[in-house]
């Protein structure tokens, strides 16, 4: 065995493992601490690197879920009081179905006629009040005109409630320069109305012809309806009749509507046998918006508006418009129950994704504690062993200098 001065090997050696061992000492107590055994992209630079992009995908689905069940938690809310509305609209029906028996009193019909009216003021309170965080999930607010997108992941689901009852801001006016309507139709009534390029295919029209007491009519339009409207085109509108009240029924009046040479310019004919008169339908005393003047409507619930219980000859026209009212209230309803299902399957799917995910970061970053200890325990053997025999390489000194005594 050399005995040498300049260079102590045994306590270099001695040193290294010590400082090894400290480290590996830290590390472990790191891991132990943490549960993580990637701390750092030092630890494990390639599982550090894939952990990272796991989190991130683990974080979106995360969001996803919560993306969802919000969703479903807003079609939920307009489910519920879609059912109300529906319920309502059935009393209402069974009502008018009522009031056109004659073996009632006019006060057994004024009562029928009560309950009627406060049924349909409580559904346009619906309509007006139900909203989700804020927004009126009945007038198209709600995303782009009632449709919005749910993200999931790098993905979207669209959701399109659409607009189910809104009162449009067109007015209507008596075209200038124009004459009054002749009731035995040898004169239209010419109406403008404002911005008529934005009505859209399923809009109602209701308006009050003053003639023989106040007539209440109201239609639907259809495409081909607005096409004629929007342009220059004489052509008759067929419109879908909604509502006529008794006043035109009873007094023997028809009424036919028609485009005009101006575009946005609705002609009105009403034709009595008998009776040659002006009419009109705009009420210069009230706000263009109120009930005695021309109205627009939008959405399913928008038939509703104006639709007054008028037994016995009305009330055909209103029963065939609270039928269709049902019916597309029930088909939306399950258009809804859809989008739900849909949703809760999408939550389903992404939420077993994101277990599957968590599973493998743990696997990937998580402590096995059973292995740490061990390493703790080594690490702590060895750095013990080490320092004592950085201290036993010290008596090589001790040695060369006994010889030179």
């Excluded at 009330?315 to 019916?327: G, P, Q, R, W, Y």
């Amino acid at each position: 065995m050399s005995l040498l001065i300049n260079s102590n090997t045994a306590a270099s050696i001695s040193a290294n493992s010590l400082r090894t061992s400290a480290r590996s000492y830290d590390q472990s107590i790191e891991r132990l601490t943490t549960g993580k055994s990637v701390n750092s992209a030092a630890d494990d630079a390639a599982a550090f690197a894939i952990s990272t992009k796991l989190y991130s995908q683990i974080l979106t689905n995360e969001q996803s879920v919560r993306n969802i069940n919000d969703s479903i938690s807003l079609l939920q809310t307009f489910e519920a009081s879609a059912h109300s509305v529906v319920d309502m609209l059935a009393r209402m029906k069974q009502l008018v179905i009522a009031s056109s028996n004659e073996t009632l009193s006019a006060t057994d019909v004024n009562a029928l006629r009560t309950e009627y009216s406060e049924l349909q003021s409580e559904i346009f309170s619906i309509a007006n009040t139900t909203s989700w965080n804020g927004i009126n999930l009945y007038d198209g607010s709600l995303g782009t005109n009632g449709a919005l997108q749910t993200n999931v992941g790098d993905s979207l689901i669209s959701i399109d409630l659409g607009v189910t009852y809104k009162q449009l801001s067109n007015v209507a006016q008596q075209r200038a320069g124009t004459v009054l309507g002749r009731t035995d139709g040898s004169v239209p009534l010419q109406l403008d109305i404002n911005n008529a390029n934005e009505l859209k295919a399923g809009d109602s029209i209701y308006f009050t012809i003053f003639q023989n007491g106040a007539q209440g009519y109201s239609f639907r339009l259809s495409q081909t309806d607005l096409d004629i409207l929007n342009s220059n085109s004489t052509a008759p509108i067929s419109a879908e009749t909604l509502y006529v009240s008794n006043n035109g029924l009873v007094n023997g009046y028809s009424i036919s509507l028609s485009g005009n040479p101006a575009s946005g310019t609705l002609n009105i004919t009403l034709t009595h046998p008998s009776i040659s008169d002006d009419f009109s339908v705009i009420n210069t005393v009230v706000p263009a918006l109120s009930a005695f003047n021309p109205s627009f409507f939008r959405g399913e619930l928008g038939v509703l508006n104006r639709l007054i219980l008028t037994p016995p000859e009305g009330n055909k026209s209103v029963m065939d418009t609270l039928d269709k009212a049902i019916n597309e209230m029930s088909l939306k309803m399950s258009k809804v129950g859809s989008y739900i299902n849909r949703l809760e399957s999408a939550a389903d799917v992404t939420s077993e994704m994101n277990k599957n995910l968590t599973s493998s970061r743990s696997r990937i970053t998580d402590t096995d504690y059973t292995k740490e200890t061990v390493n703790l325990s080594r690490a702590k053997i060895t750095s013990q062993a080490a320092t004592s025999m950085l201290k036993k390489s010290q008596d090589m000194k001790k040695l060369v200098m006994a010889l030179l005594r």
